[in-house]
Structures are given as C-alpha cells and as structure tokens.
C-alpha cells in the first residue's frame, strides 16, 4: 500500500497545485477573493481523487481527468458553501466558513460562481462534453434533492433507516457515483460498466457516510479536530440514533437525557452496549463489500487502485 | 404591429403553459414545491421570447427552441430567487419572494435545483448541446459578476456612468446576449453571426436597465405595481443618480435631503430640469439603436420580429 498513498498524495497536490493556480480574473473582488478562499481550505480531496483513480483504471488522458477531477471539487465546494449557510455551520476545511468571512449575501453568490465555473470546466471537454455534463447534473440536482430531504428530516423523530440510507445516496452518494463514472464515459465505454462505476460510487459513498457517524462517536478527537458526539448532543440525526430509536427509543431517550451533561463515554458504553456499534460498523461494512462487487463485474478495467481506495476510506481515521 | 402584439402573446403562453406541465417529481417536497412555486409567478418572460424570437429569424426547430428558451427562464429565476435574498426583496413576479414565503435555505436551494435543471435542459439538446451550454454558462458567470459589481457598488459614492454601464451589461445585457445568440449557435452558424446576436442582446439588456431607471421615476404607479421613486429614495444607485452626480454632486445632495419627506413630484421635477431626464433617454435610445444596427449587420436572417421586439421593450410601459 506504501505506493498507492504515494500516489494519492501525488494526486491530491496535483489537485491542490492546480487550485491554487487555477486561473481567476481579479474583478469583481466580491466573487473572486471568497472563491479563491474556498480553494485554499484543507479538503481531503477525495471526489478529485476518485475521477483520477477511476481514470487511471481505464488509461484515459490525464489532462481530461484534470478537467472532470476539478469540475467535481468545486461543485463540491459550491455544496458546501451554500449547506454551511443553511446549517449554520461556522467552520470549514480548518477556516472560516465564507458566510462567516464575509456574510451570507457574499456566500450565496460563490457557491453560483463555483456552480458556474465547475460547467465552464466540464463544458470545454474535448469531447463527449454533453454527455459528461448530463450525468454530472443530474448528480447534481440529486445532491440538491439530499441536502432537501437533510433539511426535512431535521426535527423528525420518525425517520427510518432506510430513508435515513435513501438521503445520504443522494446527498453523498450521487456525486461519487459520478466521480467513478465520468471518465468511463468521457471515453464512450458501455452502459453497464457505466452503471456499475456509479453504483460502486454510490455504495463507497454510503460506506463513507455511515463511517462518518461512527467516527463521531469512536474517533480520535484529534485527528478529527472536533469534539466527538457533538452531532449527536446537538440533537441530530445519526444511523447510530436512528437504530437506537428503531431497537428501543424509551432506552435512547434515558441516555439523550443522562448525556444533558455532555459525556462522550456515556454515549460510547450505550452505543457499544446495545450492540449498535456492531450493527453499525456491519452496516458500513456491507456497503463497502457492495462497491467491492460493482468493480468485479466490470470487464476491461485496472481495478486495483479503485479497490485500494475502498481500503483508504474503509479504514480512515478522520 | 398587431400580428406580432399577438405573436408575443402566443410565446408568452406556450411557455407558462410548459412551466406549469414541467416534469418535476413531487419528492422531496422541500425542495420541488417552491421551484414549482416560482413557475407560477407573472415573469414578462422576455428571455424566451427573445429566444424564440431569434430562433424564428434564422428558422430553426420549434422544440430545441422551447427547452433552450425554459433554460434561459430558469437560469433567470434562479439569480432572481438568489438576488431576492441578497437584495432583501420581499415581492417577485406579484407573489411573495421564496425566502419571505419559506425562508432562506429553502430559497438558496431552490435557486441551486433551478440552475442545476436548466443545465440538464440544456444538456439534452440533440445537436451542439456543447456549443450552446459553454456560452449559456460563460454568460450565468457574467451574471454573476455582475451581481458581485452590484452589491460593491452599493453605498460607493464614486461610481461612474462607466461603472454603471459594465454592471448592467453583465447583470442583465450578457443573459440577453445569450438568449440572441443561442439559436443560432444550435444551427451553427458562422462566429460573425453569433457575436452580434450577442452584442444585440447586450445592447438590448442596457437599453432595457436605463429604460427601467427612467420608468421608476416617470413611470405609472398602477402599471408598474410598485411605488415610483422608492429605489432612489431608499438611496439606491440609479444611472439618473449618478448622471446628476456627476452633473452637480452638491445640487444633488439637497434635491435628496428635499425627498427626505418622500415627494416623487421633487425627484420628477429635478431630473426634468436639470436634463437628466433627456441624457438619459437619450442614451437609452442609443442602445436600442446599436441593438437595432447589429442585426443589421446580420446577413441571410428574417430580422423583422426582432425589429419589432427592440420597438416593444422600448415603449413598455411597465
């Protein structure tokens, strides 16, 4: 493995690389200085990482893959700066958010001209350009149609599983569908290895997100640079809530009510207790052996480093 | 010009009529009721006249006309969703702004789920999709930038007719520019033709802007919907302001402390005498005349309609 995290960090300053010099005009300052400011956060990287590996499996031209990889990160970062603003998340790849930096006016109009600017990339594709942006759209609206089904759940203590696990398909889940796709589709490959890269995207990103949950309750407060359970003492919707109130929700509601005092080992031993972490950590489990299976389907492709990423995400620590 | 007065209407019709049948799923709810929502506001829906209007000059295809003319109106309702927020704009389009009617982050995605769908619009042309979302796109950044200029520019006394006349012509000339130019593009004609289509529509959209600065002043009350004189009188910076700023800063400064006490009679009575008002429908007029110069320019195209629409925008009245 010692080769493939070279090769990531060779990717991910390449990304950074062309971030930093990506070429902006300096008028209006209003739109620029922010979105030149959301390119020096510490983001991990990781869409642009999977459109170069998903490229590298099939031999496809770097300098598309450049295009496609960037095009992915801002519409990422178009996502966040908007969602920051709705969640009143003040914090965001170790700076200030925008709508902190500036305000909320000035945070609205960079995610615009981040959406914008991510189309002008993918629109300027040598070729196969329409069909590329097609899929990166529709992505697109299902990310919209997550962050809405995100803000609906808000508050809704009847929400299940499974529409818990429908959200974040879409909210997470579709734009690394995309990210495993697109190169496939930038060099016309068939629909079926078309559509088992985005379902190996779909199920990484499933995989990724339940990770996430449990990483705010068992993670290293560190390396997270956040304190654990703070989602959850926040009040929020988490698997692991949803499962606790599905297997007992007078139980969850006692230890909601014992953590009033903010204990992160109160939450641990519930959690561990009642077997919710297993099931978790099963859970994610299960979607990644998913992704796993989506790329063993597929004829005519390099797939080592695209299983090496499973690994990486698998076993992230923050 | 009755035959076209009903050619207008006819368009303007056919395109409420597919706004209210857009297929839009009903889930989630958050996010596919206000952008139904905004389908259902009274737009004067000049962006896909113009583009049906361009497209019936050079006689391409009534339905890539429609989905490229849809696109352009979304486009547009989505900067004015957004813009709402920005500008603190309760009313549009005769219905309450989508963050008065919900609340800001319903508004902010709904504005993002109409860029995103106008973008799928887009890329489902059957010919030159490319072409077509790559200068559709480069005019949404302008927009923008223009927005961006719009909000610099508030509060800053130093602004010039030069200034001025940039914003406007990315705010609102670089939309317009596209809505000429697009049809054209679909059909691939030569470059000559496509930029002075666009420099038609940006001469169109500044002519339009100043036409509007007049009108807030010399306007009908009952036709506009709106009290006359409120954007200057809430010290907003109109070209006629910063004409007569530049005329005489101090004679200004008194007229404005005179409408402490709101009297549009005052506002009316110093543009009149001081010129302003005859600068600038002058200079309205010299827009409207490059506009109407630039499809003279245009060779083997059928440019009487779009003659006609210069005449129509021109004299509106509202």
């Known amino acids: ?37 959301t390119f020096r956060g510490s983001g991990k990287r990781f ?15 770097p300098d598309s893959l450049m295009k496609i990889s960037l095009a992915t990160e801002l519409l990422h970062n178009f996502t966040l700066v908007h969602d920051d603003i709705m969640d009143h998340d003040d914090l965001r790849h170790g700076q200030k958010a925008v709508h902190k930096k500036w305000d909320e006016s000035t945070a609205i109009l960079t995610g615009d001209g981040l959406f914008a600017i991510a189309q002008i990339l993918l629109n300027n594709l040598p070729e196969r350009s329409n069909n590329i942006c097609r899929f990166f759209n529709e992505a697109t609206l299902e990310v ?12 809704d203590i009847t929400i299940s599983v ?9 909210k997470t889940g579709a734009l690394l569908g995309a990210c495993a796709a697109l190169p496939a589709i930038l060099i016309g490959r068939d ?9 190996f995207g779909r199920n990484l990103g499933k995989g990724f997100q339940i990770h996430d949950d449990l990483l705010e309750i068992y993670g290293d407060a560190d390396t997270m640079g956040k304190s654990l359970g703070s989602d ?10 949803i499962m606790a109130r599905e297997n007992d929700s007078r139980e969850l509601s006692e230890m909601l009510n014992e953590v009033n005092n903010y204990s992160l080992e109160v939450m641990q031993n519930y959690f561990t207790k009642s077997g919710i972490e297993k099931d978790t950590k099963k859970m994610a489990r299960g979607f990644f052996d998913i992704a796993r299976s989506y790329l063993e389907k597929i004829e005519k492709i390099d797939r080592s480093e695209l299983i090496n990423f499973i690994e990486l995400v698998e076993k992230r620590k923050n």
Do not use: W
């Open 162 to 170: 499974e529409q818990y696990l429908s959200m974040i398909e879409k």
């Open 191 to 199: 629909k079926d290895t078309i559509d088992a890269l985005d379902q």
């Open 1 to 37: 493995m010692s080769d493939f995290h070279e090769l990531i960090q060779f990717i991910r300053s390449e990304v950074n690389r062309d971030l930093k010099r990506f070429p902006l005009p300096e008028s209006p300052a209003y739109l620029y200085n922010p979105i030149r400011y």
């Open 144 to 155: 919209c149609e997550g962050q809405a089904l995100d803000k609906e759940f808000e508050n």
């Open 232 to 241: 959850i003492y926040a009040g929020k919707q988490t698997l692991m809530v």
């Open 47 to 61: 869409r642009p990482i999977l459109v170069h590996l998903s490229g590298r499996a099939f031999h496809v031209d």
